[in-house]
């Protein structure tokens, strides 16, 4: 780069305070081998997804859990993970006290949240929710206990067209939730669409959303481009140019209501490649550089330390990170599949170049 182009050469290497994940599924068993060192590489912590199978309905589990993640982070990686619960029709407002005395005591590690999957919404979703006012003594409980609520916010009614169910959910579902528990912190997770990123926009002070990178980066096009690709199939499923417009300028606006969480969702390739294939990206392997592309690409990259390592933190309450990592302006190439128990994982963007890559620690 030339001497007389300052500003250049300065944008082609950032450094931004270590981020977090506010949204991550990183499965159990041989898996976690694959793909929690590539969390562990980028991000401080990550908000831990809890539709296994059977789902992580206690404190129990959630702390067992956390501990077999934590055996696959690579020794002497700081990675914490950050537990929640799954809400069923039936858990108890005591297990939500439970979750609460995790947080207070401050030593190992600690469940911070529930989420709410409407029962059949997405993966692993059947033992979710089936009407929310089942579950008011324990958002009751939440409210008053400062846990958060994580919303999976689609309807799942069939007679709902798929593209839509975020807009009806927002109308129908979460409008309704805000008022009736004005003090419960929300996160809408993954959104999809300028309704909901208007709405979060509007909504005060205490509801959030988080972002997904391949939101920002495609749009629905990319489901069917040159042929049916699953690896772009997720949910809630790649929306209209119009809203992918939408999430990049959320993201990059500056509201604090807007944070990183990359709803990376592996599953094994030969599932995804199937008559019904599984929704969900994997993007773990190349979150940062991934987000770097999309700031980049509207000209926001200044904007990209705050979505990704402070509003996060800010809105959980937490502290923000120390350290920082390094994205150079340099093409690579993300490998086309990792080995992933006895099956194959294959990333998205796998074999094709990335702008920015991010430098080890
Ligand atoms: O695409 C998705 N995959 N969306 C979800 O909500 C769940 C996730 C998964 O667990 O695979
Ligand atoms: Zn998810």
Redesign the pocket.
Known sequence: MPASQPNQAASDRIHITRPDDWHL?VRDGQALDTVVPHTAAQFARAII?P?LKPPVTTVEQALDYAARIRAAVPTGNPFTPLMTLYLTDRIAPQEIRRASATRSTGLGDMVVAAKL?PAG?????DAGVTDIRLIYPVLEAMQKEGLLLLV?GEVTSPDIDLFDREAVFIDQQLIPLRRDFPELRIVM??ITTKEAAQYIAEAGPHTAATITAHHLLFNRNAIFTGGIRPHY????VLKREVHRQALVAAATSGDPHFFLGT?S???PAHLKEHASG????YTAHAALEMYAQAFDETGALDRLEAFASFHGPDFYRLPRNSGSVTLERRAWQAPQAYPFGDAELKPLLGGELLPWKLLDR
């Open positions: 599924h997804m539709n999957y919404a997405t993966t692993n979703s999976h997770e993954h199939y997720c949910l809630p709803d969702a592996p599953h599984c929704a969900g990206c």
